[in-house]
């Protein structure tokens, strides 16, 4: 079952630039949660914002939450080489820490 | 820092074969999920744990079964395996502010 549904599927920019994801989901949630996975790795879990929150920061990310839309954005502020990666949202519907990812966005960020 | 650790990285394994997928957390985690990954379609759930002993399908459990006999280590076990297992298979342990994956396992079935 498909909850979340990152937007675009592939994004490419220059090193310095910002880069923004979207990430819709269907029902109501808990918490959303954003993950970066580099090539042929496990991911890594980047940030979690509860479905009270409407915006959350961690050093160069930002992320936001609309719950009346039910989406969310990352962005990531003076892109590096190395956040080359893809970029998942997950959404945890409630209790049992159960998450529900979308497909991801695969950035690629050119030196 | 919660550690989540796969077993193997890469595996080739022969059609009918039982194979075995190990992964160990080591901060008494309680929750802990199997998911493959294959491109086009993400991850999907093959099944999780809440506790020793304790397991609960996920939304793809066809083919697959678990085992939690410690609380540290949750076990994918392929009874038979076929091509259409051939994924990268991924291991996480719940945390409170979400998950931490293993490296991940990639399964060929030949």
């Known amino acids: 079952s498909q909850q979340g549904e990152e937007d675009p599927q592939a994004l490419s920019i220059q090193e310095g630039e910002n880069a923004t994801m979207n990430c819709s989901y269907k029902t109501s949630i808990n918490n959303l949660q954003w993950y970066r996975q580099n090539s042929g790795r496990g991911l890594v879990h980047l940030i979690l914002?509860?479905?009270?929150?409407r915006e959350k920061h961690s050093g160069r990310l930002r992320v936001t939450l609309d719950t009346s839309k039910k989406s969310s954005s990352l962005l990531i502020t003076a892109s590096r080489a190395a956040d080359t990666a893809s970029y998942f949202c997950?959404?945890?519907?409630?209790?049992?820490?159960?998450?529900?990812f979308g497909k991801g966005t695969k950035l690629t960020v050119n030196p | 820092d919660v550690k989540v650790t796969q077993s193997s990285r890469y595996l080739v394994k022969r059609t009918g074969e039982k194979v075995f997928l190990e992964c160990v957390q080591d901060?008494?985690?309680?929750?802990m999920f199997w998911y493959r990954q294959d491109p086009g379609l993400g991850l999907r759930l093959i099944y999780f744990?809440?506790?020793?002993?304790?397991?609960e399908k996920g939304d793809i459990p066809e083919g697959y079964s678990v085992s939690r006999e410690k609380k540290e280590r949750f076990s994918l076990i392929l009874e038979s395996a076929s091509t259409n297992q051939t994924s990268m298979y991924l291991c996480a342990s719940w945390t409170n502010y979400g998950y931490t994956f293993g490296s991940g396992t990639r399964l060929t079935v030949v």
């Open positions: 744990s809440y506790d020793v002993k304790m397991k």
């Open positions: 997950a959404t945890d519907t409630g209790g049992s820490e159960k998450l529900v």
């Open positions: 914002i509860r479905s009270n929150e």
């Open positions: 901060m008494d985690h309680e929750n």
